[in-house]
């Protein structure tokens, strides 16, 4: 039930972090993937890592803010390999300010790239989803959409990942009756590019998170992957419209 062999994943950002993470540990399940970044030197190398595991894969330019962006990688996708089976909206960007001092497009830019970008792609995949009844969604939220990590100030980064649920959410409840099941994982720290750079910049705040996070580390971004292939595959044929946590205990303490 966790086998992908066969099927077509389109990863948003997929061009480093957790969406390269989740990119592999899908393309070893038997998925081919189509990896959709604004950063091509990125993508094409995780897509040549991708193609040495014996799947297919793509690298494809494309900004997840533009409409017509989304809807020519979905269309790319299609035309290359019959179907498009399953979206991860990965691609995202936090900025941290106090709420007073952060400028609206600041406060902006994070909702294209989160929510706006969610929603684009995932209309884009809605076509070739509906037309063969079946497509998971997966959206990246985060653990700050759930509730608000101290000490650090991030009013649009926390709002945006509030809203990326609610939008799971709706989606699931719309789309169940062409069978496209829309689900979100919620990750808590995760050691990626923007939080080595965090625990770099800032080490005491860092053993700080740390402190509050019962399992007493930060994830790697292959611990993504579990929760990535459950939600991709059969394995979940019954969950919609929920949130999957992966955060080493923060948020039940
Ligand atoms: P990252 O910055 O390491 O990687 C993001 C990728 O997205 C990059 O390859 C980048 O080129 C691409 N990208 C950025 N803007 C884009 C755009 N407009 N269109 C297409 N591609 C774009 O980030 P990450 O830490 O791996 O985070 C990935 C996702 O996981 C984000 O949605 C983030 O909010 C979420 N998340 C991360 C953590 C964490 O601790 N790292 C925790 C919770 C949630």
């Not at 209309?123 to 990246?140: D, E, L, V």
């Amino acid at each position: 039930i966790f086998s992908l062999t066969g099927r077509n994943i389109l990863v948003t950002g997929g061009g480093r972090g957790l969406g390269k993470a989740m990119a592999l540990g899908l393309a070893r399940y038997g998925a081919n993937i189509a990896l959709m970044d604004i950063n091509m030197d990125l993508a094409q190398q995780v897509a040549s890592e991708i193609e040495s595991i014996g799947v297919r894969s793509l690298a494809l330019r494309g900004d997840v803010t533009n409409e017509q962006d989304g809807e020519r990688v979905a269309e790319t996708v299609v035309d290359a390999w019959g179907n498009l089976d399953v979206l991860v909206n990965n691609a995202g960007i936090s900025i941290q300010a106090p709420a007073e001092e952060t400028p609206l497009a600041e406060f902006k830019r994070v909702y294209e790239i989160d929510v706006y970008g969610s929603f684009i792609l995932a209309k884009a995949a809605f076509r070739p989803m509906a037309r063969q009844r079946r497509g998971s969604i997966i959206n990246i939220a985060s653990i700050c959409g759930l509730t608000v990590l101290v000490p650090q100030p991030q009013v649009a980064y926390n709002s945006a990942k509030a809203a990326v649920i609610m939008l799971t959410k709706t989606l699931a409840a719309e789309w169940a009756r062409y069978g496209i099941r829309v689900n979100a994982i919620a990750p808590g720290y995760m050691l990626t590019p923007p939080v080595l750079k965090m625990r770099e910049d800032d080490p005491q705040r860092y053993e700080y998170w740390m402190s509050l996070t019962p399992m007493g580390r930060a994830g790697e971004p292959s611990e993504l992957e579990g929760a990535a292939i459950y939600l991709a595959s059969d394995a979940s044929s019954y969950m919609t419209g929920n949130v999957l946590v992966i955060d080493g205990g923060y948020t039940c303490s």
